[in-house]
């Protein structure tokens, strides 16, 4: 495992962040995208709840808490259509 020591993150911290969040077993989510930005990581994706995604950030941050991170994680509707779709 990497050892982030301070300092902007690196392309390992990204790898590792993506590691993290596929093998661990509460989380196992691969649909997570992690870019650098200057100082900081932006995690882009979509999850189908709001509590899942507060998962991967409490995750995230508890492994790595010196490293800033901004979340654009949207949450997607996971229900059942209530309507009949009509097709042409």
Not at 37 to 58: D, F, K, N, Q, T
């Amino acid at each position: 495992m990497t050892e982030h020591r301070g300092g902007p993150p690196d392309e390992y911290v990204e790898a590792e962040i993506h590691r993290l969040l596929s093998e661990d077993p509460a989380v196992a989510e691969q649909g997570i995208t992690v870019v650098r930005r200057e100082r900081a990581l932006v995690l882009y994706g979509e999850v189908e709840s709001p509590h899942r995604r507060e998962e991967i950030l409490r995750l995230v941050a508890e492994r790595f808490p010196d490293v800033p991170i901004t979340s654009d994680i949207g949450v997607i509707r996971a229900q059942a259509p209530t309507e009949i779709e009509q097709l042409p």
